[in-house]
C-alpha cells in the first residue's frame, strides 16, 4: 500500500524556518513527481512547488519563489520542503502528494494530477 507520511510542521514566527518533510512507506520515490500543496482555512487546495523523480527539475508557485526549497533525498525515500522568510500567509495545512513520473514534462501544480497524498501536517506562521 502506497503512503506518505508528512511531518514537521508547527508554529514558525514572521521571517523564520521551517522544514517539512515526507516520507514514503510501500514505494519508492524514485518512480515519482512529488508535489506540495497547501489549504488555508476557507481556501481551496494549492500546488506550492513539486519536484521531478531525479531532483534536476523543480517548479514553485510565485508566492514561494525564493524563499522555498524543494528536495528530495531518494536513498532516504523522502522529499524535503525548506520553508524560509516565513509570512502569515503561509499559514495552512500543507500536503504532499505522489504523481506519475509522466508528470516531470510540466511538473504541474496541479492538485488534480497527482494521486497519492499525505495525511498533511499543520503550518502556523505567527508572532
Known amino acids: 500500500q502506497l503512503q506518505l507520511v508528512g511531518s514537521g510542521g508547527g508554529v514558525g514566527q514572521p521571517g523564520g524556518s521551517l522544514r517539512l518533510s515526507c516520507a514514503a512507506a510501500?514505494?519508492?520515490?524514485?518512480?515519482?513527481?512529488i508535489g506540495w500543496f497547501r489549504q488555508a482555512p476557507g481556501k481551496e487546495r494549492e500546488g506550492v512547488s513539486c519536484?521531478?523523480?531525479?531532483?534536476?527539475?523543480?517548479n514553485y508557485a510565485d508566492s514561494v519563489k525564493g524563499r522555498f526549497t524543494v528536495s528530495r533525498d531518494n536513498a532516504k525515500n523522502t522529499v524535503y520542503l525548506q520553508m524560509n522568510s516565513l509570512k502569515p500567509e503561509d499559514t495552512a495545512v500543507y500536503y504532499c502528494?505522489?504523481?506519475?513520473?509522466?508528470?516531470?514534462?510540466?511538473?504541474?501544480?496541479?492538485?488534480?494530477?497527482?494521486?497519492?497524498w499525505g495525511q498533511g501536517t499543520q503550518v502556523t506562521v505567527s508572532s
Open positions: 502528494a505522489a504523481g506519475s513520473t509522466l508528470l516531470s514534462g510540466n511538473l504541474p501544480l496541479r492538485p488534480d494530477r497527482y494521486s497519492y
Open positions: 510501500g514505494f519508492t520515490v524514485d518512480y515519482y513527481v
Open positions: 519536484i521531478d523523480s531525479s531532483g534536476g527539475r523543480t
